[in-house]
């Protein structure tokens, strides 16, 4: 550093002087494939501020967000009431993370999370959806004393360790092995459900009520009979909430559509940060908690370094105030189904478009082969190349053209999820709706950038290969 040059530490400058770096600080200090793989499909944009459901650019201008960070941003963007409370913790200057007391905001919080989760009675806090599931993995593996886990092809549940051992998705556990004793079953598939109980060393059974993969939902009446087949057999039920909790589907919980059902184990976080701190939570059942913490000698058999930290308990304080203040789940019912019906309105006009499906704010919008001869020659084009490509056609034009920001739901999949956050508004819904119908009134004219944009992605997909 120069003399002359100011000294400490002061973020504004450094992200005047530096923030134009950011895709080569990327490339060259951490995942290298991230810039690359934006600047080949064009999203490598530079956006400058945030708030509620849209960004802007430099240019001012501004984007409509249907992602909300993989589902983390359900109020938004910067909601005031988060960032209040977020400044008033620190402002507080609290003795947080002593380890040897009991602060009030986890008993707080965990007391107004535990009132919207009936038949759950306690909760462990650590710092992620995959900590979550790690957790209740753990707490049922103890509290049966079996080792076996069951879950459904194409779940995701995360992607550390055990979290993968009960990952549907084979290019995540490609090279990772070995995993835990684990076996995969169809969603929706009660007898495979009772072969493998019948063993006698299943913990438990973790399902996503609506999968994030594909937004595939449990069939109806499915998790109310599961939950009485592992009853049965003395196993539990873990629902992972992670991306479906807080509103998401027009329920607190997802697996609340269906009457009967009461969990054992219930993951949650995404969306209880507010988009700020980093949080996960895992509610159970009073017994299991009880068996896992068995005695003093086991009051740290379980543990987070940064779980139950005071900012995190603040946000996810203020997340729920604002969810019951602004009637947040109502509102994502009432514009989730007033999108889905727009949406669904389409399927007809369309022979690309086969199906919208989902719950609230998750929505899948599915793509398959078309009848007409020149249409279903590009279709078959793209297939062989790769599978999901006509997808990712579609999610290009809507950032470039409109400034909608989405994503296809998985690999190899001809789904694009919406998970925009929960405070999008009618006149967001008329946004996307009109963007969409002319990308696809574009992909039906048999020409356009649109097609240009799918022979490059065919070209790299068999580079690739």
Not at 133 to 155: I, N, Q, S
């Amino acid at each position: 550093m120069k003399d002359d040059e100011p000294k400490g530490f002061d973020l504004a400058r450094l992200l005047a002087e530096r923030g134009a770096e950011r895709y080569e600080l990327h490339s060259r200090h951490l995942n290298h494939q991230l810039p690359r793989m934006l600047h080949t499909i064009g999203f490598d944009k530079v956006y400058e501020r945030a708030e509620g459901a849209h960004f802007w650019d430099a240019d001012g201008n501004d984007y409509l967000d249907m992602l909300a960070g993989f589902g983390v941003m359900g109020l938004g963007r910067h909601h005031p009431v988060v960032r209040k409370a977020l400044h008033d913790v620190l402002d507080a200057s609290l003795a947080d993370l002593t380890r040897f007391d009991c602060q009030p905001l986890p008993g707080l919080l965990a007391e107004k999370l535990l009132s919207h989760s009936p038949h759950l009675d306690r909760v462990f806090f650590g710092n992620s959806g995959t900590e979550a599931v790690e957790t209740a993995l753990k707490f049922a593996r103890y509290a049966t004393g079996r080792p076996r886990v069951l879950y459904c092809d194409h779940a995701f549940h995360g992607l550390t360790t055990g979290s993968l051992s009960v990952n549907g998705e084979g290019g995540f556990r490609d090279g990772f092995a070995p995993l835990l004793p684990d076996t995969a079953i169809p969603l929706g598939d009660l007898a495979a459900l009772s072969r493998e109980l019948k063993r006698g060393d299943v913990a438990a059974l973790v399902v996503e009520p609506i999968q994030g993969k594909g937004v595939l939902a449990a069939p109806p009446g499915y998790l109310r009979e599961a939950q009485e087949l592992l009853r049965k057999h003395k196993a539990l039920l873990i629902a992972d909430e992670v991306q479906t909790g807080l509103g998401r589907t027009g329920d607190f919980y997802a697996y609340q559509h269906e009457a009967g059902v009461e969990p054992d184990l219930v993951c949650v976080a995404k969306a209880l940060s507010g988009g700020y701190v980093p949080v996960g939570a895992t509610l159970g059942k009073d017994w299991i908690f009880k068996r896992v913490y068995s005695s003093m000698d086991r009051v740290l058999v379980h543990s987070a370094s940064f779980g139950s930290n005071a900012q995190a308990m603040a946000a996810g304080l203020a997340v729920l105030s604002v969810m019951e203040d602004e009637e947040t789940v109502a509102h994502a019912r009432r514009t989730g189904d007033l999108l889905r019906e727009r949406l669904s309105a389409l399927v007809g006009r369309y022979e690309l478009l086969h199906e919208v499906r989902g719950r609230g704010l998750m929505i899948g919008i599915e793509f398959g082969r078309p009848t007409s001869l020149k249409l279903r020659s590009r279709w078959t084009m793209l297939q062989a190349a790769r599978k999901g490509l006509f997808a990712q056609m579609v999610v290009v034009p809507l950032l470039q053209k409109h400034r909608i920001l989405t994503q296809v739901s998985g690999d190899h999949l001809e789904v694009i999820k919406l998970i925009p956050p929960l405070v999008i508004d009618d006149a967001d819904v008329d946004r996307f709706v009109e963007a969409f119908t002319a990308v696809m009134d574009d992909a039906h004219s048999g020409g356009g950038l649109m097609w240009d944009f799918g022979r490059t992605l065919v070209k790299q997909a068999v580079a690739n290969r």
